[in-house]
């Protein structure tokens, strides 16, 4: 499942998701060996899947074929892929159609020609690392690779929808909207054609003419037009609309809602009214599946979030699933989403190598066109613990905060510093964010306060007395149903008493306007390299990998749920 509703009524979209032939390609044979043509001693596995999940495939990491036939009435052919960890190579008949870099976000390759009957689609995934991948090697959570999310193959005819972006700015009161919508067309026959575009949202009505040739692709707008009549996007109130574009031969829905963020005298408002974050850190990932999360266990997640009191979840460290944010639209909680430049294993030349910084951009122009139009995207992540204390550090700081507030819409742009007393990059974000972990691997409890103190002096010294602060990470480990009457380290008394701690410190301090507690559940790392963590898990959820509460999840719970004014439980 890709989204929550339909995006195609008159468009053939074909599902590819299902069984496909697979191959492990340690020895990187099949290039030489042209298993394009077809995968020798494939065994058939499901997608989307992570492959680790295989017996015998848990540490795996390197190349892998999958293949599948299926049937087309032929034409031009899109293939959209939900994500493929994390390089991909396609192949459609044996011959190469397209080529993809990055694991979280979907991409798209338009075939043309293609003739009816029976094909052969070929993916050649590899998740290995090099010194400009993203992320480095070092990371802390399990690497899985694979086709992860949902794979389908869509006939397109005549002039064709790709996207669109609805574009908008609410005036001073919220009572009036300023709004057009981009479209991203594309004209899938032999011949030019004139056709008409029409689109609605919100009641409004648009109708225009475009003139493509065949073949081309070609971006264009509306008309803006002024909308009164409408109710904002809020946490009581998830309003939300269908866009609805169609030509001719092609049509494409989709969702918006209208809402205004911003920074204001050291405050977050949220549609004018002053907006405080009670978020948790969440990895999309599960013992059972990695990666590829079941939509069911998403809105579980989600459930388990808003009882323990969140409105606001991050998405630790990549583009989540966009059904998961659909339903994050729906339900009103706000989101982070960040792409996978997780700094610890970024060295100051990796941050200034040109093919890491393309990436980099690449990843977040992507992060935008597939996200833009979700109103529960209130932030946008440029980076995490990366060197933010250097030169190198800076300057990709500058360049992508830059690139995120020409395109990003109506955001909050920062990056999560594990820099806090030497950081020199705090000029380029909306709010400075703090990842910072005393009580487990600095200082002790009450070293926190100290720890704020001096941060406030430096935030001082350097003149962004101004800028609100978010605690982006802090937290410590608790292995499940280690209980004591005591608090000593990793049980869950000694976890929930360092929470409960933080939590009525930050909460209390009129600098900071959120917290974003370490993390939602335990989550796979490592075995092996880098990172050697008890049981190979990072411990530091409030739930364990399976989702059963630990006694920090109640701690939390307690306090988030004082400063709420919801009352679901479950
Ligand atoms: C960092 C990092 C997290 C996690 C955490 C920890 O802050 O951003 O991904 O690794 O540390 O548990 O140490």
């Given at each position: 499942?890709?989204?929550?509703?339909?995006?195609?009524?008159?468009?053939?979209?074909?599902?590819?998701?299902?069984?496909?032939?697979?191959?492990?390609?340690?020895?990187?044979?099949?290039?030489?060996?042209?298993?394009?043509?077809?995968?020798?001693?494939?065994?058939?596995?499901?997608?989307?899947?992570?492959?680790?999940?295989?017996?015998?495939?848990?540490?795996?990491?390197?190349?892998?074929?999958?293949?599948?036939?299926?049937?087309?009435?032929?034409?031009?052919?899109?293939?959209?892929?939900?994500?493929?960890?994390?390089?991909?190579?396609?192949?459609?008949?044996?011959?190469?159609?397209?080529?993809?870099?990055?694991?979280?976000?979907?991409?798209?390759?338009?075939?043309?020609?293609?003739?009816?009957?029976?094909?052969?689609?070929?993916?050649?995934?590899?998740?290995?690392?090099?010194?400009?991948?993203?992320?480095?090697?070092?990371?802390?959570?399990?690497?899985?690779?694979?086709?992860?999310?949902?794979?389908?193959?869509?006939?397109?005819?005549?002039?064709?929808?790709?996207?669109?972006?609805?574009?908008?700015?609410?005036?001073?009161?919220?009572?009036?909207?300023?709004?057009?919508?981009?479209?991203?067309?594309?004209?899938?026959?032999?011949?030019?054609?004139?056709?008409?575009?029409?689109?609605?949202?919100?009641?409004?009505?648009?109708?225009?003419?475009?003139?493509?040739?065949?073949?081309?692709?070609?971006?264009?707008?509306?008309?803006?037009?002024?909308?009164?009549?409408?109710?904002?996007?809020?946490?009581?109130?998830?309003?939300?609309?269908?866009?609805?574009?169609?030509?001719?031969?092609?049509?494409?829905?989709?969702?918006?809602?209208?809402?205004?963020?911003?920074?204001?005298?050291?405050?977050?408002?949220?549609?004018?009214?002053?907006?405080?974050?009670?978020?948790?850190?969440?990895?999309?990932?599960?013992?059972?599946?990695?990666?590829?999360?079941?939509?069911?266990?998403?809105?579980?997640?989600?459930?388990?979030?808003?009882?323990?009191?969140?409105?606001?979840?991050?998405?630790?460290?990549?583009?989540?699933?966009?059904?998961?944010?659909?339903?994050?639209?729906?339900?009103?909680?706000?989101?982070?989403?960040?792409?996978?430049?997780?700094?610890?294993?970024?060295?100051?030349?990796?941050?200034?190598?040109?093919?890491?910084?393309?990436?980099?951009?690449?990843?977040?122009?992507?992060?935008?066109?597939?996200?833009?139009?979700?109103?529960?995207?209130?932030?946008?992540?440029?980076?995490?613990?990366?060197?933010?204390?250097?030169?190198?550090?800076?300057?990709?700081?500058?360049?992508?905060?830059?690139?995120?507030?020409?395109?990003?819409?109506?955001?909050?742009?920062?990056?999560?510093?594990?820099?806090?007393?030497?950081?020199?990059?705090?000029?380029?974000?909306?709010?400075?964010?703090?990842?910072?972990?005393?009580?487990?691997?600095?200082?002790?409890?009450?070293?926190?306060?100290?720890?704020?103190?001096?941060?406030?002096?430096?935030?001082?010294?350097?003149?962004?007395?101004?800028?609100?602060?978010?605690?982006?990470?802090?937290?410590?480990?608790a292995?499940y149903?280690?209980?004591?009457?005591?608090?000593?380290?990793?049980?869950e008394?000694?976890q929930?008493?360092?929470?409960?701690?933080?939590?009525?410190?930050?909460?209390?301090?009129?600098?900071?306007?959120?917290?974003?507690?370490?993390?939602?559940?335990?989550?796979?790392?490592?075995?092996?390299?880098?990172?050697?963590?008890?049981?190979?898990?990072?411990?530091?959820g409030l739930l364990n990998?399976?989702?059963?509460p630990k006694a920090s999840f109640?701690?939390?719970?307690?306090?988030?749920?004082?400063?709420?004014?919801?009352?679901?439980?479950?």
């Amino acid at each position: 499942m890709t989204r929550l509703f339909d995006e195609h009524i008159k468009r053939a979209v074909q599902s590819l998701d299902g069984a496909w032939k697979f191959a492990t390609d340690p020895d990187n044979r099949g290039d030489s060996e042209r298993w394009q043509r077809g995968i020798p001693n494939a065994q058939t596995v499901i997608v989307p899947s992570v492959w680790n999940t295989q017996l015998g495939l848990l540490e795996y990491e390197g190349v892998a074929w999958y293949e599948r036939q299926f049937f087309s009435h032929g034409g031009t052919l899109r293939f959209v892929f939900g994500a493929v960890m994390t390089e991909s190579r396609v192949y459609l008949d044996g011959e190469e159609i397209g080529y993809h870099y990055g694991g979280f976000c979907p991409f798209e390759l338009i075939v043309r020609d293609v003739t009816s009957g029976e094909h052969r689609l070929t993916v050649r995934v590899d998740n290995s690392f090099d010194e400009q991948s993203i992320p480095q090697a070092l990371v802390d959570w399990y690497h899985c690779g694979g086709i992860i999310r949902s794979v389908s193959v869509e006939r397109l005819e005549g002039v064709s929808i790709l996207s669109n972006r609805v574009e908008y700015e609410l005036s001073d009161d919220l009572c009036e909207l300023n709004l057009r919508v981009a479209l991203e067309l594309y004209n899938a026959s032999e011949k030019e054609i004139k056709d008409t575009i029409r689109v609605s949202v919100a009641g409004a009505d648009f109708e225009f003419e475009s003139l493509l040739k065949a073949g081309e692709c070609k971006e264009e707008f509306t008309n803006a037009v002024k909308i009164t009549d409408f109710s904002l996007w809020s946490a009581e109130n998830p309003a939300l609309y269908d866009v609805k574009i169609s030509t001719s031969s092609d049509d494409l829905f989709d969702r918006v809602g209208f809402r205004k963020i911003c920074v204001s005298d050291g405050k977050i408002l949220l549609n004018g009214s002053e907006y405080r974050i009670r978020g948790v850190n969440r990895h999309e990932d599960h013992p059972d599946f990695g990666f590829a999360f079941p939509s069911a266990l998403m809105r579980r997640d989600i459930d388990i979030a808003v009882d323990m009191g969140c409105n606001s979840l991050r998405g630790a460290h990549y583009p989540n699933n966009p059904a998961f944010v659909d339903m994050l639209d729906e339900r009103g909680i706000t989101f982070w989403s960040e792409i996978p430049i997780w700094g610890v294993g970024f060295e100051e030349s990796v941050l200034l190598d040109p093919v890491v910084i393309r990436r980099g951009e690449e990843m977040h122009r992507e992060m935008v066109k597939h996200y833009y139009n979700h109103p529960s995207i209130i932030i946008w992540g440029m980076h995490n613990e990366i060197l933010s204390d250097t030169v190198a550090g800076l300057e990709m700081t500058k360049k992508y905060y830059s690139l995120l507030k020409e395109i990003g819409g109506n955001r909050i742009v920062t990056y999560a510093s594990n820099k806090a007393l030497s950081d020199i990059s705090f000029e380029y974000c909306d709010i400075i964010c703090l990842n910072q972990y005393n009580g487990w691997y600095e200082g002790d409890i009450e070293s926190w306060g100290k720890f704020i103190e001096d941060f406030r002096a430096y935030r001082s010294k350097l003149g962004f007395d101004n800028k609100p602060v978010i605690m982006s990470e802090f937290g410590g480990a608790a292995v499940y149903g280690h209980r004591n009457f005591e608090t000593y380290r990793w049980s869950e008394e000694y976890q929930a008493r360092l929470l409960s701690h933080c939590l009525n410190l930050f909460l209390g301090d009129p600098m900071m306007v959120g917290t974003y507690i370490w993390q939602f559940c335990d989550v796979r790392t490592s075995y092996e390299a880098g990172i050697s963590r008890a049981r190979g898990y990072n411990n530091k959820g409030l739930l364990n990998e399976y989702r059963n509460p630990k006694a920090s999840f109640f701690a939390v719970k307690e306090i988030y749920r004082n400063i709420t004014k919801q009352t679901k439980t479950f």
